[in-house]
């Protein structure tokens, strides 16, 4: 595609449900990136992958986070027992080469937890 | 950990004006990037302009341009003829040069711009 996409773009869930949110990065792009954003706050960094390793997670801000990236391409964040600080906006970004190259990022899901 | 700090929440400039946006970082490393990026609302964030900590000159982009001064560790950004599709919430972010972990962005809290016509 022409640039990173996610989907939903926005989902509402009630406390305790599980969501899971896709990334679906520019094709080619090695590096894979998701940062979570409070309202009115910048990004902050979740998880890296490098293809369908995941390098790092020491942003993830508990263990009813995680994230894959199976194939490479392809990503999904998955909340177990959504809670209400967990709304925000999840960001992806990817990058062809994450040392020099650009991320770019996605237009965001926005996760309202009820 | 390295930390970036944007001190001005809002700011506002008349079309055609210029503009300049703040940002502090401390780090102790000693090569490292620097970037300004664009989120207008409900769009996705684009980069602006990027900034490698062993060059000197400073990068400018059209109408972008930044100030940086590495021993005071600042890293402005000056918008010159603003037009009304500068509007949106600007962040500076700091990445490191090595690899691994380092390779994320850390962020500022941002600088919504307005630009009264």
């Not at chain 2, 302009?49 to 060059?55: S, V």
């Not at chain 2, 590495?70 to 972010?93: E, H, P, R, V």
Request: a neutral charge; one cysteine or more.
């Amino acid at each position: 595609g022409a640039g990173v996409s996610q989907s939903p773009r926005y989902k509402v869930a009630k406390r305790g449900q599980d969501v899971a949110l896709r990334c679906d990065p520019i094709s080619g792009h090695v590096s894979l990136f998701w940062y979570q954003q409070a309202l009115g706050q910048g990004p902050e960094f979740l998880t890296y992958f490098q293809n369908e390793a995941q390098l790092d997670k020491s942003g993830l801000p508990s263990d009813r986070f995680f994230a894959e990236r199976p194939e490479g391409s392809v990503s999904t964040l998955k909340i177990q027992r959504t809670q209400q600080e967990d709304s925000a906006v999840y960001l992806c970004a990817s990058s062809f080469s994450a040392g020099v190259g650009e991320q770019f990022f996605g237009p965001g899901t926005r996760l309202t937890v009820l | 950990a390295q930390t970036v700090t944007q001190s001005q929440p809002e700011m506002s400039v008349q079309e055609a004006e210029t503009v300049t946006l703040s940002c502090t970082y401390d780090t102790s490393e000693s090569d490292y990037y620097l970037f300004w990026y664009k989120q207008p609302p409900s769009r996705q964030m684009i980069l602006v302009i990027r900034q490698e900590a062993y060059k000197q000159q400073n990068a400018t982009e059209n109408r972008f341009s930044v100030n940086f001064q590495k021993a005071a560790k600042s890293f402005s950004l000056k918008i010159s003829d603003s037009q009304l599709g500068d509007a949106a919430m600007y962040f500076c972010a700091y990445r490191s040069l090595g690899g691994g972990s380092n390779y994320k962005l850390t962020f500022g809290k941002g600088t919504l711009l307005t630009v009264n016509p």
